[in-house]
């Protein structure tokens, strides 16, 4: 099956400090997810990333779409506490169905005032 | 407000007992989905479902069985048969044109097989 790489596994920052995190592909994706999770809850939709090279701004937080089209990777700048949860990567392959998305493993924030 | 109502938030169930999650939505999409989630891992697909009374198992459908005759509901079984039925699940939902691209997930529920 498909499998992502999404990297660090944890980060622990102080606020104010920009954040990154990628996902790496072992096939070619035609859709890149970015989700955060807070604890206890299901995870929210940060960014939609749908062609390769695509550059995409969501307030403090952007991604872009990896020209290989094998890569994403997040940035947020200026972290502040409530930015702390889980960020997952997800994506879709280009054969692959409509209703099936892989999911990296996660990147745990955890932001000190 | 509309959304993705998933019940009960925890659930404790004893080996051998088979146990059904809800998941309501008021969205008005045609796609629901379930994943599992174990610490320390990515969502795993279990079950989806594109329209009423059809659906297809994802990629780790053994021991879970669903069910979807109303639009609105697509409740999961864990059954006895699952191995290792402690995790957290999570429900979604998607309009059919834009599938799994943007999905719209519950708040979950978490089991623990005692």
């Known amino acids: 099956g498909q499998q992502l790489n999404q990297s660090p596994q944890s980060m622990f920052i102080q606020e104010g400090e920009d954040v990154s995190m990628n996902c790496t592909s072992s096939s070619i994706f035609n859709t890149w997810l970015w989700y955060k999770q807070d604890p206890g809850e299901g995870p929210v939709l940060l960014i939609a990333l749908y062609k390769a090279g695509e550059l995409t701004s969501n307030g403090r937080l952007t991604a872009q779409f990896g020209i290989t089209r094998k890569d994403s990777f997040l940035n947020i700048s200026a972290s502040i506490p409530s930015d702390v949860g889980i960020y997952f990567c997800a994506g879709r392959d280009s054969g692959g169905s409509n209703y099936k998305l892989t999911f990296g493993k996660g990147t745990l924030l955890t932001v000190n005032p | 407000d509309g959304g993705i109502t998933q019940s009960p938030k925890y659930l404790f169930r004893k080996e051998g007992q088979n146990v059904t999650l809800s998941c309501e939505q008021n969205?008005?999409?045609?796609?629901m989905y379930w994943y599992r989630q174990d610490p320390g891992q990515g969502l795993r697909l279990i079950y989806y479902s594109q329209i009423v009374n059809d659906f297809q198992k994802g990629d780790i459908a053994e021991g879970y069985s669903v069910s979807r005759e109303k639009k609105e509901s697509f409740p999961l079984t864990v059954t006895s048969a699952q191995k290792n039925p402690t995790a957290f699940y999570l429900c979604?939902?998607?309009?059919?044109?834009?599938?799994?691209?943007?999905?719209?997930f519950g708040a979950g529920s978490r089991l623990t097989v005692l």
């Open positions: 969205l008005n999409h045609d796609a």
């Open positions: 979604a939902s998607s309009t059919r044109s834009l599938g799994a691209n943007v999905l719209t």
